[in-house]
């Protein structure tokens, strides 16, 4: 087969290219930007062409762009003839969801239903590695020890290993279209007190309001964007939309689902 890899550049999509390339039956294409530019129809379909199986690794940013982007990959796959896509989805994909992404992950999806191209959808939950990032950027001194101000609740959340993810995407694409979804998750889905314990055991949760974590937020120079980003996030998760736990990982890649805490004490 001849596979190509979105993103090829990024911390994902390079773990899949590298995955795939062992198999040395199968040729590997590495699509990056600016030659691959999600924005570029024209190009996208040249790149396409010839091409078996897509991973299609989403793009970033503002959701409206993000969309668009994702169209055009969406289109160009279908017009190239693409047998079989595999893309990088999330565990929310209700567009009626308070989290930004989650419509664009749901657009996505039904572009890809109604597309031609067989297809596989990876719902991946949250990344382990990046969540242990925002929760070490609101740990602070409090009157009885560090502090994570995160607006959360006591709802779980699934934290998932980026490297899982990629073998899952490389497992995918060496498979025939499964043309469902696949919900890709660590083996447990923790609360973020277990999060912060498991980053700093002095550390514990405090609950604020949405109001105040994103105001904290812009406080430290977060752009507008990204701070609404991250918190319509937290509050999809107090909702308890990524709490799900799947055994898709073992069942794809014949191993494990990364324990989120061996990825937090890292």
Do not use: K
Not at 59 to 68: I, K
């Amino acid at each position: 087969m001849r596979i190509a890899v979105t993103g090829a550049s990024g911390r994902v999509g390079r773990h899949v290219v590298e995955l795939l390339a062992a198999h040395r039956e199968h040729e590997v294409v590495a699509l990056t930007r600016p030659a691959a530019d999600y924005a570029d129809l024209g190009a996208l379909r040249s790149l396409l062409t010839g091409v078996d199986t897509l991973v299609f690794v989403s793009s970033d940013g503002h959701a409206a762009t993000v969309m668009l982007h994702h169209a055009n990959v969406v289109r160009a796959a279908a017009e190239a003839g693409v047998g079989h896509v595999v893309a990088l989805s999330g565990l929310d994909v209700d567009v009626d969801s308070p989290f930004c992404y989650a419509v664009t992950n749901g657009h996505t999806e039904q572009l890809l239903r109604a597309s031609g191209c067989g297809y596989s959808l990876a719902r991946a939950s949250v990344y382990a590695e990046f969540f242990a990032g925002l929760v070490r950027g609101v740990l602070v001194p409090g009157p009885r020890g560090d502090e994570v101000r995160l607006p959360a609740g006591d709802a779980r959340v699934s934290l998932v290993a980026r490297a899982d993810v990629a073998r899952s995407l490389a497992a995918l694409a060496l498979l025939p279209p499964s043309n469902t979804h696949h919900d890709l998750t660590g083996p447990a889905a923790l609360t973020v007190a277990e999060v912060a314990a498991a980053l700093d055991p002095a550390a514990r949760h405090v609950d604020v309001a949405p109001a105040e974590y994103l105001a904290a937020l812009l406080g430290s120079g977060e752009t507008s964007w990204w701070a609404h980003a991250y918190a319509t996030m937290l509050e999809s998760i107090r909702l308890g939309r990524w709490a799900t736990v799947s055994g898709e990982v073992a069942a794809l890649t014949g191993r494990p689902a990364t324990p989120a805490g061996h990825v937090l004490s890292r």
